[in-house]
């Protein structure tokens, strides 16, 4: 059965974690909100111009389009092809990922110092999409390769799927978290898939990272935690960059 026959209509919810630091450390240099906005425009200025099919868009939603493919691609997209802006139908499953991130960075250094402990703020956002022409990796076409496709060592075979994927012209699809169990992601690979041109709401969190746990927490919510030997496999969070 070709790929194009399982297009479905689709709607739902995605969040992603992003860096609070942007408006943050901005704010800190200006004096009043005309000032804010004037520094914004001008850092705008200095990024690759927005893609037509991004114009008004926030810039939350459109930066994974507005910018080159990363030097060794991501799960679903090659070194040659166009950003995707990825994210997860649930809260926690975007926070598991993000933790799984802050953890690889730091097995980065040989010795760690002062990344023993990282203290940070992110920002999670939701933003609604639908589309007519969506994907579910979930489904019992795709069971017995989705070990390959979700392979947490390996994006050879998940990058194929994805250039057929684009080539069906599907607008997004859902496929299982390779880090949290029963998790789902997203991949938006048009910005025609988002419901709303801005994020439909925010949430500020407090990080707080040690080399066995990752926590997050916000006034007035319950936390998530995450235990790091959850992710090991052979003692080290696998990544094929890696």
């Given at each position: 059965m070709p790929l194009s026959d399982l297009l479905t209509y689709q709607l739902g919810n995605c969040w992603r974690i992003v860096e609070?630091?942007?408006?943050?450390?901005?704010?800190?240099?200006t004096d009043n909100a005309d000032e804010q906005s004037r520094l914004e425009a001008l850092l705008d200025a200095s990024k690759p111009s927005a893609p037509d099919d991004c114009?008004?868009?926030?810039?939350?939603?459109?930066?994974?389009?507005?910018?080159?493919?990363?030097q060794y691609g991501s799960r679903f997209g090659s070194t040659w092809e166009r950003g995707i802006f990825y994210g997860a139908a649930e809260l926690d499953t975007a926070f598991a990922e993000a933790a799984v991130y802050f953890w690889l960075f730091q097995q980065g250094p040989t010795t760690l110092g002062p990344l023993s402990c990282i203290r940070d703020q992110r920002t999670a956002f939701s933003v609604r999409?639908?589309?007519?022409?969506?994907?579910?990796?979930?489904?019992?076409?795709?069971?017995?390769?989705?070990?390959?496709?979700?392979?947490?060592?390996s994006w050879v075979v998940s990058q194929q799927l994805?250039?057929?994927?684009?080539?069906?012209?599907?607008?997004?699809?859902?496929?299982?978290?390779?880090?949290?169990?029963?998790?789902?992601?997203?991949?938006?690979?048009?910005?025609?898939?988002?419901s709303t041109r801005e994020p439909d709401q925010y949430q500020h969190w407090q990080v707080r990272l040690d080399e066995e746990t990752c926590w997050f927490g916000r006034a007035?919510?319950?936390?998530?935690?995450?235990?790091?030997?959850?992710?090991?496999?052979?003692?080290?969070?696998?990544?094929?960059?890696l």
């Open positions: 609070t630091q942007e408006v943050a450390a901005t704010r800190e240099i114009q008004g868009l926030s810039y939350l939603l459109m930066t994974p389009f507005r910018y080159p493919p990363l999409i639908a589309s007519a022409k969506a994907l579910d990796l979930r489904s019992a076409y795709f069971t017995d390769k989705i070990d390959s496709i979700m392979d947490p060592k994805g250039k057929e994927i684009r080539e069906t012209e599907a607008e997004f699809f859902w496929y299982p978290s390779a880090r949290q169990e029963t998790g789902t992601n997203v991949a938006v690979l048009t910005p025609d898939a988002f007035g919510a319950s936390s998530i935690e995450f235990e790091k030997s959850r992710f090991l496999i052979d003692g080290r969070i696998p990544h094929p960059c």
